[in-house]
């Protein structure tokens, strides 16, 4: 457990010690936030308000931030992890394979480090709020920051994975510019997936951010304030076979896909070593 401790606190230290690096992580969150929030917001309010009549609250800023804080924390926890491939090219992890710490212990200590990161930075994101112009009831601000840790430790086991299969900085920054892309824009983070063809809807609903980012929506964006027509048109009600997800159940999915992920980047840290 102290040896956890120990690379986790290591690896959020070595984090806030690169001001370019946390700099930079704020850069492609805040361009989104001004292309989708407010380049879009006009053309996609008239769109939904064009079907409902008497509805004025609706703002798609409120809408799409939630899936901006997510993007943030999704980008940080994965591109996190790429600690783990310079530790490997410096000699670090080698020096902590072979001390008497469990491989668990040390794939947990790389994914709390990763995700404590990308939940700061995420819950940094709120610092924008007053400078766009919306409003969140404070309460769901503070309600929505357990799901966020949650949220950042499952995208932090996929980025722990992907850097515990390979071994350089260039390969791991090319799998992961392949699979970040995809996930922000099959999530329902910028846009509604709602209406998606039948094989890209499997992908929607296997994809973790997916339930992040509905999860975020329902907390912080007070849902049963807008009509059923709104909520089906931005995709506010995710089903699976025709059935709404609860909460629960999509917290369930993401607690169930880290630990698969975990295990699986345990597996590949014994046979590395082996």
Same mark, same amino acid.
Request: some cysteine; hydrophobic content about 55%.
């Given at each position: 457990? $102290? ?9 959020? *230290? ?7 690096? *946390? ?6 969150? +805040?361009?989104? %936030? ?18 409902? $009549?008497? $509805? ?38 080698? $020096? ?15 994914? *709390?480090?990763?995700?404590? +990161? ?13 400078? %766009? ?7 769901? %601000? ?133």
């Amino acid at each position: 457990m $102290e040896g956890m401790i120990a690379i986790w606190q290591r690896d959020v *230290l070595k984090f806030f010690r690169d001001r370019a690096r *946390l700099f930079g992580s704020f850069v492609m969150p +805040v361009l989104f %936030l001004l292309i989708f929030g407010e380049g879009l917001s006009g053309t996609m309010e008239s769109l939904v308000m064009s079907g409902v $009549e008497g $509805e004025e609250n609706f703002q798609y800023v409120k809408f799409v931030f939630p899936g901006i804080v997510a993007m943030t924390i999704l980008m940080t926890a994965v591109f996190s992890s790429l600690s783990i491939i310079q530790d490997k090219e410096f000699g670090y992890m080698k $020096e902590i394979m072979v001390s008497p710490i469990s491989r668990v212990y040390i794939a947990l200590g790389k994914m *709390l480090g990763a995700s404590t +990161v990308a939940f700061i930075q995420g819950v940094m994101m709120f610092l924008l709020i007053p400078f %766009l112009g919306i409003r969140y009831d404070f309460i769901n %601000l503070i309600k929505v920051l357990p799901f966020m840790f949650l949220l950042a430790c499952t995208l932090a086991s996929v980025g722990l994975l992907i850097a515990s299969l390979l071994k350089s900085t260039q390969g791991f920054q090319l799998i992961v510019q392949i699979i970040v892309m995809p996930m922000v824009f099959l999530s329902g983070a910028l846009f509604p997936v709602s209406n998606m063809p039948g094989w890209m809807d499997i992908i929607v609903k296997l994809n973790p951010i997916t339930y992040g980012v509905d999860i975020m929506k329902k907390v912080m964006i007070d849902v049963d304030s807008l009509s059923p027509l709104i909520r089906e048109i931005m995709g506010l009600n995710l089903t699976i076979f025709q059935r709404p997800l609860s909460i629960m159940e999509e917290v369930l999915f993401m607690i169930i896909f880290t630990t698969v992920l975990i295990l699986l980047a345990t597996l590949s840290f014994r046979r590395a070593n082996s």
